[in-house]
């Protein structure tokens, strides 16, 4: 699978991924383009999350960040059930 988000997702989680600790965020599944709302690990430094996927990182004029993300889909949410919206 192919993950993708933003800086506008991830802004305020910055301790969440310098900790590689779980969070609530929406990402899209480039497969098929749909959003996916996931409690998830994200870490900008692929040694902590070794068994993460791929994540691309858009900044804030959706030019795609070159740095390697990872993921780890703990689990996905419901969009009502999400704490962030």
């Known amino acids: 699978m192919s993950w993708e988000t933003n ?3 991830l802004n305020g989680k910055e301790r969440y991924i310098k ?6 965020t929406v990402i899209v599944d480039n497969t098929i ?4 709302y996931v409690e998830a690990v994200i870490s900008d430094d692929p ?7 791929l994540l691309f990182v858009r900044d804030f004029k959706e ?3 070159t740095s390697s ?3 780890k ?5 419901s ?3 999400a704490k962030y919206l």
């Open 33 to 36: 383009y749909e959003k996916v």
């Open 19 to 24: 900790d590689a600790s779980p969070f609530e």
């Open 47 to 53: 040694e902590k999350l070794k068994d993460g996927e």
């Open 7 to 9: 800086l506008v997702a």
């Open 63 to 65: 030019n795609l960040i």
């Open 79 to 81: 969009p009502p059930h």
């Open 69 to 71: 993300w990872r993921i």
């Open 73 to 77: 889909i703990i689990k996905r949410l």
